[in-house]
């Protein structure tokens, strides 16, 4: 009768944890993403010069905040959502300067 008893008083895995985590990191960049799309959009709306020296500064911002959690959080996704943020930011802010008709 002892034939059926658990030698392994172990519980058993939980493979969730290991897919939430997964799916947190790259939550982590699509809202940062997404943020930068949103800032940027607005400034890009409102046409003035001086917009595109404020969205320069909010990305600096944004790019430092990142930094900060990656450093607080232990985060590679964060360090890695800062370079994306850092990179598409800069681009597209060389973009919309280079676009600027300033008159």
């Known amino acids: 009768m002892e034939e059926n008893k658990d030698l392994n008083q172990q519980p058993a895995e939980d493979n969730s944890a290991k897919e939430k985590k997964r ?46 959690m990656s450093i607080g959080k ?8 800062s370079l994306l943020v850092l990179v598409i930011g800069f681009s597209t802010c060389a973009m919309i300067g280079f676009n600027f008709d300033v008159r």
């Open 23 to 68: 799916n947190n990191g790259a939550a982590i960049i699509g809202y940062n993403i997404l943020a930068l799309v949103i800032y940027t959009l607005l400034f890009k709306l409102t046409g003035d010069s001086g917009a595109l020296v404020l969205d320069a500064f909010v990305l600096f911002l944004h790019v430092v905040f990142c930094i900060g």
């Open 74 to 81: 232990r985060s590679g996704w964060w360090l890695l959502s």
